[in-house]
């Protein structure tokens, strides 16, 4: 097992030698895979690093159609001598379909004399087999608490913000190894003055209202308009997509808050997966998202749940 | 004049030859006039006057140059599709204006929501160097100025918003032209031109035309028979009705090929409807389930592109829905009544917020290096919390960002004018301290100019500054 420490050193000599094969970086969000490949492309060409590295998100460029270009572009212009390679930089690959990894697979074939591509991924298993066997992979592992912590503190100290110590450990606690949402939280809590447990839970809560906590009592309660309504307000306000509130959902009907009988978790779990799949396969996230209300309501009489 | 064989349409006929004559739209009026005058010592070098059609952008931009003394050179949607052309036109307003002195040029780019962003890319990219580097006033006009499409001029101009039209507004023109015309125009007939125009008063115009030619005589009888829809097919309502309504499935099946709405429409409108038209939950999650699977089709045409699989999506929709209320059957014949889709009226009515919410994503995506996704998930509902409770705070995070004043009301809320006020304070402090750093001959830093940023930002850009990897272990190790 590798941890990031180790993974440092090894992107150091990179540095040093002025060469590296094409990378996949693995690991849950908030441990450090985009940070350390943009302090790799820094380190490799200093204050002009902006030139040599192009930088893609592959759940905003939809469709391998906009990669190709991109990446075709960039990697026609002419390197010059200090510079071995130039760097294209897939952040959320794994988001990726897997024909448009197979099309992925040709670029970097294509433009390897003069490109690396540093790929960035959740899950590495989502990630097609010929691009893991001509990447170097390197997994990141969720950070421990006393680096969470210490991080914390040494921001804390570089904003002059004042802290109770137990706040940081609430926000490690909410955020677990995710650095980026521990750091978020920290900030929206800093906002509101001295740092303390009921500022960070303040924050949290306001953040992220329950929401779909509320709009699932209302469709198991039978209330199918009001519950339709709130959802609907939902993803348009909030920018939320079907696949958003699905996967709330599925959190929400396993959370000890929701008193259901233990089957009905099951049945309505199955249900959700299904809806998720219909709307994979291309259909549309609002009326989904009401046949799975439609069928809460359904479940709630069958039951007899009153919330 | 008027008898004259060669007619001129009434549109241009009585087209505003003043600013005052552009009927209504005060608050457009004076900010298109105050830019205009103070051209070129404005922010920005082009506007965008948007609204919908027949309000009067057009109108008042002739009205304010013949005002004003400008010539107007026009280009309309169609010519704007090629680089070339928009480059030729810029060619010869520059050139124009110094061969007749002091008579200035608008150049006017109609409706520019007409350039689609796919297939005239060199097209939009050429109006937006026009709009960077020209030397005439750029106006341009659209319906719908919240195109993705548009997003680079939209932050390149002046947004300039014209209010649909009332009916009165469009009576009274009317009226007008009917006296200089000496028509006699039934009240009621002009009532019911300026409703079917819905605050369109070009095209309220033209159908007056149309049937006083003929009738120097306008009443209500002529104008329902002349202006009437040609199109015989069922309302969305009686759609509806006929739908839910029938007892087999052909019935249910002829209601949607017999009716305005296509299918797209359709499957909103019986979505909209269906729990007010079924009462029971069983018989509701029935016909959701064939609902959903007709939109599950759909998704399957769009995919394969084989649109014979509409033919089942439509089984499902139509006769899938009719057939599921078996609990309480009685449902289908409830007199129900039915209401337009609010998926689509909230959708427009958000539309200026989410193109702002989505906008504040892409520029938070490209600072802190993550997806759109995770900005509007993650940090927009957190910088909320911050510009709402610390506003002092937020204008600093303003700053470094650079965020417009409409991202900030989109995430502070009411608390928009104090935010407002400390970024004025801020950049107004940014200017003294940089006009006093020139006064002193301190060569500038290059991290100068970050040091007032977000601390978010201010991290990244301070580990980059102290050396990328080696400060990455000091990170885990600290």
Redesign the interface.
């Known amino acids: 097992m590798v941890n990031q420490e180790e993974i440092v050193k090894r992107l150091m000599k990179f540095v040093e030698e002025k060469n590296m094969p094409h990378l996949l970086f693995a690991g849950p969000p908030g441990t450090g895979k985009t940070t350390a490949a943009l302090a790799l492309s820094y380190d490799l060409y200093g204050e002009e690093w902006r030139k040599y590295v192009l930088e893609l998100n592959a759940s905003d460029e939809r469709g391998i159609g906009v990669i190709r270009t991109k990446v075709k572009e960039f990697s026609r212009s002419k390197l010059p001598g200090h510079v071995p390679f130039k760097i294209v930089l897939l952040d959320e690959a794994d988001n990726m379909t897997a024909d448009a990894q197979q099309a992925l697979r040709r670029l970097m074939e294509m433009y390897a004399d003069n490109t690396r591509f540093i790929l960035i991924a959740n899950y590495p298993s989502k990630i097609i087999e010929p691009i893991q066997s001509r990447c170097a992979v390197f997994r990141f592992t969720p950070l421990r608490k006393e680096d969470v912590i210490a991080r914390l503190k040494w921001i804390c100290e570089q904003e002059k913000c004042t802290y109770d110590e137990e706040a940081l450990e609430v926000i490690y606690e909410i955020g677990g190894g995710d650095l980026r949402r521990a750091i978020n939280i920290l900030q929206a809590a800093a906002a509101l003055g001295h740092i303390t447990i009921s500022t960070v839970y303040k924050v949290v809560g306001l953040a992220h209202p329950r929401e779909v906590r509320e709009i699932i009592k209302l469709a198991l309660n039978g209330k199918f308009v009001e519950a339709r309504e709130r959802l609907r307000n939902l993803m348009v306000n909030y920018g939320l997509s079907g696949t958003d509130v699905l996967k709330q959902m599925h959190r929400e009907i396993f959370s000890a808050d929701l008193p259901l009988p233990e089957e009905m978790r099951v049945i309505i779990a199955d249900y959700i997966g299904e809806i998720q799949f219909r709307i994979v396969e291309g259909a549309d996230d609002e009326i989904q998202l009401s046949a799975l209300l439609a069928r809460l309501a359904l479940l709630g009489r069958r039951y007899n749940i009153k919330l | 004049m008027s008898s004259s064989p060669r007619r001129v349409p009434w549109v241009v006929k009585y087209r505003p030859k003043r600013i005052a004559e552009v009927v209504n739209q005060d608050e457009a009026k004076s900010k298109f006039v105050s830019w205009l005058k103070s051209w070129p010592n404005v922010k920005k070098k082009a506007a965008l006057l948007y609204g919908p059609p027949g309000c009067g952008k057009t109108s008042l931009v002739e009205a304010a140059a013949n005002e004003f003394g400008y010539d107007v050179l026009e280009m309309n949607a169609s010519d704007f599709r090629r680089a070339s052309d928009i480059e030729r036109i810029a060619m010869r307003a520059s050139r124009a204006s110094t061969l007749f002195g002091k008579r200035g040029r608008i150049i006017l780019l109609d409706e520019v929501d007409g350039i689609s962003g796919r297939e005239d890319v060199g097209g939009l990219e050429a109006v937006l160097r026009l709009v960077r580097n020209t030397n005439n006033p750029v106006v341009m006009t659209a319906n719908d100025p919240w195109d993705p499409a548009l997003r680079p001029l939209r932050g390149n101009a002046e947004l300039i918003e014209f209010k649909r039209l009332s009916k009165r507004d469009v009576v009274r023109v009317l009226r007008r032209i009917c006296e200089a015309e000496n028509i006699i125009c039934e009240d009621d007939a002009l009532n019911y031109i300026a409703e079917k125009s819905e605050g369109d008063l070009r095209s309220a115009i033209n159908d007056l035309e149309a049937l006083a030619i003929g009738f120097r005589r306008v009443t209500l009888d002529v104008a329902k028979t002349l202006l009437r829809p040609r199109d015989r097919e069922h309302n969305p309502f009686e759609t509806l009705r006929n739908m839910f309504s029938a007892k087999y499935c052909w019935q249910a099946k002829i209601s949607l090929s017999q009716s305005q709405l296509d299918y797209e429409q359709a ?1 909103l409108w019986i ?1 909209e409807n269906l ?1 007010n038209q079924y009462t029971d ?2 018989d ?2 029935r ?3 064939a ?2 699977r007709a ?2 089709y ?3 045409i ?2 394969s592109g084989d649109w014979d699989l509409l033919a089942y999506a439509v089984d499902l929709m139509t006769a899938g829905v009719a057939m599921a209320a078996q609990n309480n059957p009685r449902d289908k014949y409830r007199w129900t009544k039915y209401s337009f889709p ?2 689509l009226l ?2 427009a009515r ?1 539309r200026e ?2 193109a702002v ?2 906008d504040l ?2 520029i938070i ?1 490209s600072h ?6 995770t900005a ?4 927009i ?6 510009f709402t ?2 506003p002092k ?2 204008a600093k995070l303003a700053l470094g960002l650079k965020l417009s004043e409409k991202m900030i009301e989109f995430l502070a809320g009411p608390n928009k004018t104090l935010v407002m006020r400390y970024l004025e304070e801020l950049k107004r402090k940014q200017s003294e301290v940089a006009r006093k750093a020139e006064e002193h001959y301190v060569p500038r830093k ?1 991290s100068g100019e970050n040091a007032e940023e977000g ?2 930002v201010k ?2 850009a301070t ?2 500054k102290g ?7 000091g ?4």
């Open positions: 499957m979505h729990p939950v069983e509701l999650w016909a959701y389930e609902l959903s939109d599950v759909l998704g399957r769009v995919r609010q998926k909230l959708m958000t917020t989410r919410r989505d994503a892409s995506a802190l290096h993550v997806s759109t996704t509007k998930n993650d940090v509902p957190l910088l909320k919390i911050i409770l610390n705070y937020a290059e601390s978010k991290h990244r580990r980059k050396g990328g990897l080696l400060s990455y272990i990170k885990s190790k600290q």
